[in-house]
């Protein structure tokens, strides 16, 4: 089994910068991919970045040129820089983890991390 931590969660200002932290756990793990998503109150959870085991990225446009994600992989955590936020990026945002066993890397599975508010406001 694999676990996910985040932090960095909290109250900004807009245009106001938060970085968040999401680090994996367990044994005999293979990680394929790590993102993160937001769900807002009253709206369906969404998709804000995502990043490969090679490096490759992918943002919804909505934050494109404010937001990146950067992975630590021999630390097995991901972050969400987060700049120049606004009142809409107000959610609670979630860790994704896509991963699998070592003997079983056919079989990919989703782990998600307990989650961590993000506030912006005057």
């Known amino acids: 089994q694999v676990q996910l931590v985040e932090s960095g969660g909290g109250l900004v200002q807009p245009g106001g910068s938060l970085r968040l932290s999401c680090a994996a756990s367990g044994s005999r793990f293979s990680i394929n991919a790590m993102g993160w998503y937001r769900q807002a109150p009253g709206k369906q959870r969404e998709l804000v970045a995502s990043?490969?085991?090679?490096?490759?990225?992918n943002y919804a446009d909505s934050v494109k040129g404010r937001f990146t994600i950067s992975r630590d992989n021999a630390k097995n955590t991901v972050y969400l820089q987060m700049n120049s936020l606004k009142p809409e990026d107000t959610a609670v945002y979630y860790c994704n983890l896509r991963w699998a066993i070592v003997s079983r890397l056919w079989d990919l599975l989703d782990s998600w991390g307990q989650g961590t508010q993000v506030t912006v406001s005057s």
């Open positions: 990043i490969t085991s090679g490096g490759s990225t």
